[in-house]
């Protein structure tokens, strides 16, 4: 991987965060900012603690912290993601809030100092009203390029209480990122809270393959037929797999899903996407090649995921691309899928 | 005693033949009148008034296929599964099969009840697996049910029917009131390892799919499965399980298999990075995964290119820890002669049928010729 190669990139999530909740009060009101004063409350982020390996330290929380990571790449892109509603709290209209004001301190933190920055909008699964209004807020400043939501949710993202969210997502077309983590507090599964941070860690992947039948099997596809939704820091290579199964499942129990018209594959082929952090791959290079082949390059986008390190995954990715395919992953097909909201 | 019927003498050897094909996945089932009446009078008394607390797995998630068995499974009277003769026929004699691996899942969820009524619902279970099917077939093996939320009592259980050697492993379910790594467990899985059993881990259970909220659909149940089973086995590998009890040997049954490669890869992963979080871990997950799991086949996955198949199954290494299964009588039943992937070598195919499983669960490699 050389700079030239990124150069022409774009990194469809790199972090930056607010140091504190300081940070953000000057876009809070009067109301919120009592409340987090009187409350104690402070930013947390169950998923990235500070002295894991996997977290790689703080993430940029001024311009001036992210431009020399920025300069470094120099990506064509970069797409911002700001995980601070990440808390543990169950407030619906204090998650709304936080929403709103990272959004505008990202705007104005970094947004309109840099044309090569894009954000997510960041809203919260707990008021799907409001997360709506949200992005009818922040549509068109022209600077927000998807919608950023937990991957680890309440309910299953394929349910009805989130398609008016869709709705809006599909009418402006901004793709629906589902990044690790979010919900403080849930556990990647079944159980409750786990034991260990490297359980928790390994188990994005699960949640994601969740995430992935639940948005199939409701047919949120069929219903918002332009809708598009990537995996951030969840992985890829426990697609194919999945699909095996899911497909040979939907033959069986199709009459359940009355809607799912073409087989489960075909649609997370369409509409779906995986940035390329963690890259969980095999060691030997030929059985690299053999999942690349088996999940499609075509589905891949890169993220260079800053500052979180997990490993040599990436690299190794790479090395067994083509050129072409090498220049789709880092490029093409988020040029494609962001279209204008990248352009 | 038991055992002995199936060991051969030197005057046999002319009779025998090569166990050629084990099942490791059939579901026989009580019926609900059988079930009360094995009860203790207390217990029957209070099912029959109360009922169980666990709201059964069909009312959460309908199988709309077929009733989720097997349209052709249906016994004169009762359920499929109940009923021995057609099992037989059916799958047994049908399939040629050499050992079957009895699982009942009617205690899968119990775990649910406090802990005397979930003990005797167990002790009702075993019982009955060895007088209606193990007494009556010596093809069959059966797998113990156990109180699990509650490990003294599960241990006991252990203790109570572990000498018949017709017992070849301990059920649990896929998603128990704790994680599957939760010391809670371990005395129970100290019991099962001291004994030589391995413990399966049945799909099912009483708190499954809870992580992210609850999907809608047994469509998602159902291909969720592997899921469950990767958070099952992240958490019996990061919780330090294998670490702690190195004889433990694990089957995953019904959770498909063709995931493991991409799990192993990424816990190796994570434990490059993290590792100094768990220093009990030692050695990379994959070298206890590879060591201390089986897993089975049912329901096979049929990648559209069947080399994809022959690819993962070397990639997870499972050439010799997959299992067969037909998940008899349920709908999805994978039939031994139609189901398995094209391309797999004479080899791969013997330890696929029958030897992984002679392996596991420490069964004869000749029987008599039938």
């Known amino acids: 991987m050389t700079a030239m190669t990124l150069t022409a990139a774009v990194d469809c999530d790199l972090h930056v965060a607010p140091s504190s909740l300081g940070t953000v009060l000057p876009y809070l009101d009067e109301y919120w900012r009592s409340y987090i004063e009187d409350s104690t409350v402070g930013l947390s982020h169950p998923g990235y603690p500070l002295g894991a390996a996997t977290t790689g330290g703080t993430p940029p929380s001024s311009y001036d912290e992210l431009a020399p990571v920025l300069n470094a790449a120099n990506p064509h892109r970069a797409i911002l993601t700001c995980l601070a509603l990440d808390g543990v709290h169950r407030n619906p209209y204090y998650a709304a809030a936080m929403a709103r004001a990272v959004n505008d301190w990202v705007r ?87 034991a260990t941070y490297l359980e928790d860690y390994s188990s994005n992947a699960q949640i994601a393959q969740v995430q992935m039948m639940s948005l199939v099997a409701e047919g949120v596809f069929t219903r918002f037929p332009q809708l598009k939704v990537v995996f951030m820091e969840c992985g890829f290579s426990w697609l194919p797999p999945q699909l095996w199964r899911f497909d040979k499942d939907w033959k069986g129990v199709w009459r359940e899903v009355p809607w799912v018209k073409e087989r489960p594959s075909d649609y997370v082929r369409r509409h779906m996407r995986f940035t390329t952090e963690p890259a969980q791959l095999p060691q030997d290079p030929h059985q690299i090649a053999q999942v690349v082949e088996m999940v499609g390059p075509e589905l891949l986008m890169y993220a260079s995921d800053y500052p979180h390190q997990h490993g040599d995954g990436f690299e190794r990715l790479l090395a067994a691309l083509s050129d072409e395919d090498a220049e789709s992953v880092l490029r093409g097909t988020a040029a494609a899928f962001y279209g204008d909201l990248i352009a | 005693m038991i055992t002995e019927v199936d060991v051969p003498s030197a005057s046999e050897e002319g009779r025998l033949k090569d166990v050629a094909l084990v099942d490791v996945d059939i579901h026989p089932r009580m019926t609900p009148a059988d079930f009360v009446r094995r009860l203790p009078e207390r217990w029957a008394r209070h099912v029959e008034r109360y009922g169980l607390r666990a709201p059964a797995i069909r009312d959460r998630y309908p199988r709309p296929r077929n009733k989720g068995v097997r349209a052709d499974a249906w016994p004169e009277t009762g359920f499929p599964g109940t009923d021995y003769g057609l099992l037989r026929k059916q799958l047994l004699d049908e399939h040629k099969i050499d050992f079957g691996i009895m699982l009942v899942l009617d205690a899968l969820d119990s775990g649910y009840e406090r802990p005397p009524l979930d003990a005797a619902i167990c002790q009702v279970v075993n019982d009955w697996l060895v007088e209606e099917w193990l007494d009556r077939d010596d093809r069959l093996r059966g797998s113990i049910a156990v109180p699990i939320e509650n490990p003294a009592l599960a241990v006991a259980e252990i203790e109570r029917v572990a000498a018949d050697g017709r017992f070849v492993q301990i059920l649990l379910p896929a998603s128990a009131q704790e994680s599957a790594g939760s010391p809670k467990y371990w005395p129970v899985y100290r019991a099962a390892a001291e004994r030589g059993l391995p413990v399966a881990f049945h799909t099912g259970g009483y708190n499954d799919h809870g992580g992210t909220g609850r999907p809608s659909f047994y469509l998602e149940e159902h291909a969720g499965y592997g899921v469950i089973m990767q958070t099952l086995l992240t958490s019996l ?134």
């Open chain 1, 108 to 194: 104005e933190e970094f947004l309109v100092r840099d044309e090569r920055l894009r954000a997510g909008i960041a809203v919260s699964p707990l008021d799907i009203p409001a997360a709506v209004q949200e992005v009818e807020r922040l549509a068109d400043d022209g600077r927000f390029a998807q919608i950023l939501l937990p991957v680890r949710g309440d309910v299953p993202y394929g349910n009805r209480l989130y398609h008016p969210l869709y709705a809006v997502a599909q009418e402006h077309g901004f793709p629906i990122a589902l990044h690790a983590w979010g919900r403080g507090g849930k556990a990647p599964s079944m159980t409750g809270v786990t």
């Open chain 2, 237 to 370: 590998v990061c919780e330090g399980t294998f670490a702690e009890i190195p004889d433990l040997k694990i089957a995953l049954v019904e959770g498909g298999a063709l995931w493991l490669a991409a799990l192993k890869w990424r816990l190796d992963d994570a434990w490059r990075q993290l590792r100094d979080e768990m220093p009990e871990l030692d050695r990379l997950p994959s070298e206890y995964i590879r060591e201390h799991v089986w897993l089975d086949t049912q329901p096979m996955e049929e990648p559209d290119n069947p080399k994809h198949f022959l690819q993962v199954l070397e990639q997870a290494g499972l050439e010799d820890r997959l299992m067969f299964a037909t998940d008899y009588p349920h709908w999805d039943f994978d039939s031994p002669s139609s189901s398995l992937p094209r391309g797999l070598s004479r080899e791969q195919r013997g330890k696929l049928l029958a030897g992984n499983a002679i392996e596991l669960y420490g069964l004869p490699s000749k029987v008599a010729r039938r």
